[in-house]
């Protein structure tokens, strides 16, 4: 009995460390790009329901696992505030480990040139930023092979 | 024949570019477009030169910013085709990429929501690229300037994408209304956010 016990605590406590998606204002993104730090800050914008966004999704994912302590990624997730349960359940069932939020602003036009004026408004985008010399990359489509690993050596610091 | 090859190849690349204008920018005279409605039926931008204006909404079945959108596009017809700014939809997805936005599908979708507008294919997406159409959906609103169309606004619907009666800024109509009643529109450019077009390679 004490084993069932023990399983079910164990499942309850591992179920646990899935993350679900912090939903944050604007403020909360403009500090994120604004951190200072020394490493490269990939932020990817992305949603569920944004196919080309998905699939380049793994590509983040393998950098987030190499736990290179120069890189860190953030993932910015664009679905609707209401549908939250649909984005933690693709971080459950994707296995999601880097950090995601969900930006809850609406009215995109009051927020969107202050993360990149060139930015048209579709995802996949994705800014680097170096937190150090404050140097900065975007990319507003999808990224092609090899791409990801290109520009963050490019950002990274000599 | 190789050393041919490469500079021949770049003479062309580069000619394709030059001969492409610039997409539109508002003040812009609008070029004629002939592309096929989901009735089988082709329409022209010219059909139109009794109107006022149009609203010329590039737009598609399976974006779900075109489908949050989708009963606002409705409502802005029925509330301005009388008034001679009819809406004139265009779906210039590749279907090869989206599957949902064929030509079939696309009739289906006009025929279920009672479209009493066109629901036009834009087949080699010639038309969005010359608008510079980039996201769906991405509003262009023309107003009539002597026999040709000129480019008035270009950007979003509203600023609430999730509920329309939640939105603080109806773009399209306050740039329409403004045109009805003579005058200068307050915000004529702004970013349509939606999905990207899913342009062919």
Redesign the interface.
Known sequence: MSNVFATILLCVSLSSFAQEAEVIKFDKLHSLLEEKGEQVHIINFW?T??A?CVKELPLFEAISAKNDPRVKVTLISLD?A?EINKVNAFIHRRKIKSKVFLLDE?????W??RVEES?????PATLFINQQTGQRKFID?ELKDGELEKVIESLMNQ | MKKIKFPLALICVVALFSFENPPYEVGDSVADFKLKNVDGKMVSLSDYKDQNGAIVIFDCNTCPYSKAYNGRIIDLNDKYASKGFPVITINPNDPEISPGDSFKEMASQAKKKGYEFPYLQDETQQVARSFGATNTPHVFVLEKDGQNFKVAYIGTIDNNSRDGSAATKKYVEEAVDALLGDKAISTTRTKAIGCGIKWRD
């Open positions: 949603a329901w944004c080309p609707f209401d609406i009215d995109y036009n009051s969107i040139d930015w048209g408004g579709a995802i489509r």
